[in-house]
C-alpha cells in the first residue's frame, strides 16, 4: 500500500465465468447463487452465442449445459477443442443428462468436469473455484 | 423436502435473502409455464414437452421446490421410455405422463407472508 495514500489501489479484474444455457430458470438461479463469488458471471443461451462470446473475451471458466436446441453443448465442446486459441479454458459441464455415455462423450470431447442437475450448490461452488484455480495456473505457465 | 401444508407445494428458500425474489417469479411465472405445458400437449409437440419437463427437473430443485423437480424428473423419463418402445408416440400415454406434472406446477406457490408482500 502506497504511503500517501493518493495511489488507487487497483481492484483485480474478476475472472469471467461463462453460463450456457437455453433455459433462463437456470441463469436466473446461478445469478442469485453465485451473487458472493468473485467472478463476473455472464449469459449465453445458445451454443453459438456462447462461441462468439468465447472467441471475443477472456473467458476463464464455462459452465455449459449439453441439451439446448440448435447447437448443443457437445458440439460447443467439440468447435472449442479444435481451436488452438481456447484449449486452456476449463469447462464445466452442467446438464440434465444423466447418462454415463453423455459424461464419456463430453470428457472425450475436452470437458474438464462433469456435474448433473439439479445440482448442489456447494458443489458447483467448490468445482468452479477449483476450474477457476487450473486457468489460473495454466495461464501463469504459458 | 418441501413443506406441505393444503396439498400445496412451497419452497424452502422463500425466506432465504438471495433466493426470495427469483422464487417470487418463479411461482408468479408457474401459470404461463401450464399454459404452455397444455398449449404443447393440445398441439402434439412432444418436443416441447419434454423440453419443458427437463427444465423443471433440472431447475425446481434449486428453486427449493424439490418434490416439482422429482415429479418432472419421473415425468421426463416416462416420456422417453414412451418414445424409446414405440415407433410413434401414443397422445393418450403422454397426457397420462404429463397430468402429474400439470397437477404439481398448479399446486406451486407462496406462503401467505410472500404473496402478500
Known amino acids: 500500500m502506497s504511503e500517501d495514500g493518493a495511489q488507487p489501489i487497483a481492484t483485480p479484474k474478476r475472472p469471467i465465468v461463462l453460463v450456457v444455457d437455453d433455459s433462463p430458470l437456470v441463469h436466473r438461479l446461478l ?57 486452456h479454458i476449463p469447462i464445466i459441464v452442467l ?4 447418462e454415463s455415455q453423455d459424461k464419456v462423450m463430453a470428457f472425450g470431447l475436452g470437458a474438464m468436469d462433469y456435474i448433473t442437475k439439479p445440482f448442489d450448490l456447494a458443489e458447483l461452488r467448490a468445482r468452479m ?11 501463469m505457465l504459458s | 423436502m418441501d413443506g406441505s401444508r393444503d396439498q400445496g407445494l412451497y419452497s424452502v428458500y422463500e425466506n432465504d435473502p438471495d433466493m426470495g425474489d427469483i422464487v417470487v417469479l418463479f411461482v408468479q411465472e408457474m401459470p404461463e409455464r401450464i399454459g404452455d405445458l397444455r398449449d404443447a400437449l393440445e398441439a402434439m409437440d412432444y418436443e416441447a414437452v419434454q423440453t419443458i419437463a427437463h427444465q423443471l427437473k433440472g431447475a425446481a430443485g434449486g428453486y427449493g421446490f424439490e418434490q416439482l423437480g422429482d415429479i418432472a424428473a419421473v415425468t421426463e423419463r416416462t416420456l422417453q421410455s414412451i418414445s424409446s418402445t414405440s ?22 406457490r407462496l406462503s401467505i407472508q410472500q404473496a402478500a408482500a
Open chain 1, 31 to 87: 445469478k442469485a447463487r453465485l451473487r458472493d463469488e468473485p467472478v463476473d458471471l455472464r449469459h449465453a443461451t445458445s451454443g453459438s452465442e456462447a462461441l462468439e462470446f468465447i472467441y471475443s473475451n477472456d473467458v476463464a471458466t464455462v459452465l455449459l449445459d449439453l441439451g439446448m436446441p440448435g447447437m448443443d453443448g457437445f458440439e460447443v465442446l467439440r468447435d472449442l477443442g479444435e481451436k488452438e486459441a481456447t484449449p
Open chain 1, 95 to 98: 446438464s440434465g443428462q444423466q
Open chain 1, 129 to 139: 473455484r477449483s476450474a477457476l484455480r487450473i486457468h489460473r495456473l495454466v495461464r
Open chain 2, 87 to 108: 415407433s410413434y408416440l401414443d397422445h393418450g400415454a403422454v397426457v397420462a405422463a404429463v397430468t402429474p406434472l400439470l397437477s404439481a406446477c398448479g399446486r406451486v
